[in-house]
């Protein structure tokens, strides 16, 4: 008979990082506030796609798109991805001409724990525009120690 | 609507008679991780695929043979040929696997340095040899001279081991589907070697899992290329025979 | 030279958006993960992305280390004149390739 709580001893602590160098939500606030130079940020016209259970924090798809016709006058400069529990707050900032067609990034980003995730986009007018979502990273059983 | 109402309601039923079929452990993920598997633009598998097409054309040894100067026409001469492995192996009267045979005719027949288990190189011609059998079903040898290394693996891969005391079979077959902490236990079918592994953050072999699987109960790991490992994979072909192979394959 | 993989539509119609998926093999190691020695090892990552088409930049990104191993990218352009796509790659320890991709603009 094997129990769970013994197959748990096989499994060594997940992405083993020192506490100190974690981000933190103020962390993360500061590096939004660098990046939107402390212009105001509203919440919408971005959308964030990320799976809300992640089974491995190493590689984890994430999309975001954001409202805009993309026309020299009125299109997307900039779109950064921040967070609050990784080493560090900053994940990925992509520039935009008018000439992308589409505001719109995928990419795999690295979650070291279950997190609040922030994409931020500063369009042509000088606004902030903003979506933020929860993601839990489910503990891994066997990972290679 | 009133229409797919008994097909709804069959399909518990349906779910609760495949779960003792066999799964291939792709069935166990996260669509997300579904998907990159299936689109070969978002596979990160592929780059060691692309890798492996470029060597199997360079010419290496003395002689500057490539791998393609005898296996011309790669998409027709060598489809088929990972779902056979492991084989016999006429040269040292033994059970030899893919790898094993990329490695072994790049020594023997073409004179280049040999490359070792799990170096970019060979992972990377087997993931490319592997890749031209996708879909395909895994196809075990009928040569009766493989049947003890098939045993063999039974045996090794029923027998508890390390500090954990575990077998293979106490996860893979008893506990198959159940959870173990955030993950779905798989029942262990080799059908997408090498693969990418997220965990591991680049592509391994059938062998790399083996050893996480003997390190994780706390069991010392054979070296790489041991007999036993040939004889535990040639019985976890035997026992997924007919299923498709997905080279390269991306897991959790 | 990493193995990179690139998925760009050979043609396309003018002013046609069309989708460009990028991998390229790269450990992109984050500085915070210790080795077998338990030391912990140096950081060593892509830290630059640029998409080069008729004569503009079209698309540019900056990475931190939580962009996952052999990075993935997928963004989109608009079709303007037959020419080279370039894109390129840039990094820790003077990591730099550039690949290039013609287009047929009709």
Redesign the interface.
Known sequence: MITTRRLLLAAPAVLLLPQASRASPEAMTEAVQAFTRGATVRSGRVAMDISPLVENGNTVPLSVIVDSPMTAENYVRAIAVFNQRNPQPHVITVRLSPRAGRAILATNIRLATSQVLLAVAELSDGSFWSDSTQVVVTLAACVEG | MKRALPILLLAPLCLSASAQERRSGFENMARDTQAMQTDDTANPGMLWVLEGQSLWHQPAGPAAQSCASCHQNTEVSMRGVAARYPAWDEASAAPIDLAGRIAQCRETRQGAPPLARESQGLLSLSAYVGNQSRGLPIAPPADPRMDAAREQGRALYTARRGQLDLSCAQCHDDNAGRRLAGSTIPQAHPTGYPLYRLEWQTLGSLQRRLRGCMTGVRAEPFAYGASEYVAIEAFLASRAQGMALETPAVRP | MA???I?IPAAARRGE??PI?T???H??E?G?R?GADGEVLPRDIIRRFTCT??G???????????????????????T?NSGPVVLRWEGDNGFAQTETREITVA
């Open positions: 193995r990179v993989l998925n958006i069309i998926r991998l390229i093999q450990t992109m984050t915070y210790p088409y008729d503009e930049e079209v698309f540019s990104a900056e990475f931190s280390p939580a962009i996952a191993a052999n990075p993935f990218l997928s963004f989109t352009l608009v303007t």
